[in-house]
């Protein structure tokens, strides 16, 4: 399957680095925010874990029980395994090649930590965990979470197989991604062989979220670095993507908000009182209890 036409393609403004920031033994980098992009509207944060071998009997990773309020997580578990619980009676285990979904809403806590078995065997491991806004309609929501293994993930074959897109939500070549969006967010992995050219359709009026995890590739004609988040321009209707050497991306697009944002830690509210509140609500246990 090729998505090839005739309509013009987006340009590249900016690239911007991710900056290597670690959590302790965990590796990670950081592209937003950044020193030279705040917020790609909707899209608020993004951590690149990893990669990295975790040797036997280690400490897993250190993401304890902790709140959020007002938007959604989503991370993607490249290699490795991470188990996932929180306030909302969710629990899952998700291996290689899933996801999770989180919708945190009004308000819950969580923890994303290694299983049992990894922390006693090690392995290899890389995630990336992206944060998407709600609109002020949607900041109090019910938390909700989905845990998806690799085989809930519907494929799209691209380019005749040089290409493989993993659809998490949206649709694309007749396929429908598993993740019904609350605000119609279209998410996806690329795998990309050397020679792969593609061309994804998204809507002018949408803000595409780019993220290179490794590999050599072009963008709309224009080199682009591994470990960069590429800002595109809103000229084109098309995302023109061709790989020199084997390459993963993470690409999403969405429809920008267009609200005020105050941003205090694990809470992304609208207006500083509603950071106020989110938390003394927190402080109060309004988000219920979690122990792991």
């Known amino acids: 399957m090729c998505f090839m036409t005739q309509s013009a393609h987006r340009t590249v403004r900016r690239q911007h680095a991710a900056v290597r920031d670690d959590i302790g033994e965990l590796i990670t980098r950081r592209p937003l925010p ?6 790609l509207d909707p899209f608020l944060f ?4 990893g990669p990295q071998h975790y040797p036997p009997n280690n400490r897993g990773l250190p993401f304890g029980p902790h709140p959020h309020r007002g938007f959604e997580t989503v991370t993607f578990i490249l290699e490795g395994s991470l188990a996932h619980a929180d306030s909302g009676d969710h629990q899952s285990v998700i291996e290689t090649g899933g996801v999770q979904w989180m919708t945190a809403g009004s308000g819950l806590v969580h923890a994303e930590v290694s299983p049992e078995a990894f922390k006693r065997d090690g392995g290899a491991l890389e995630i990336l965990q992206l944060w998407i806004n709600l609109p002020a309609r949607l900041k109090m929501v019910e938390p909700a979470y989905t ?4 085989d809930d993930i519907p494929k799209v074959e691209l380019d005749e197989g040089r290409a493989r897109l993993a659809l998490i939500a949206g649709a694309l070549g007749g396929e429908t991604g598993p993740i019904q969006s609350l605000t119609d967010v279209f998410m996806s992995t690329l795998a990309l062989s050397a020679g792969a050219r593609i061309a994804l359709p998204v809507p002018r009026e949408r803000t595409v979220f780019l993220y290179v995890v490794d590999g050599e590739v072009s963008v709309g004609g224009t080199a682009v670095n591994p470990h960069h988040l590429i800002e ?6 098309e995302v023109l993507i061709e790989a020199e050497l084997d390459a993963r991306l993470l690409f999403g697009h969405a429809s920008a908000l267009n609200e005020p ?3 205090y830690g694990p809470f992304v509210m609208n207006t500083r009182e509603e950071i106020q509140q989110a938390v003394e609500d927190y402080q109060a246990g309004r988000f219920g209890g ?3």
């Open 34 to 39: 950044g020193t030279t992009l705040e917020q």
């Open 46 to 49: 993004l951590n690149h874990h």
């Open 147 to 150: 845990g998806l293994q690799r």
């Open 232 to 237: 595109l321009e809103a000229d084109g209707d």
């Open 261 to 263: 944002m105050v941003s």
């Open 290 to 292: 979690l122990e792991i």
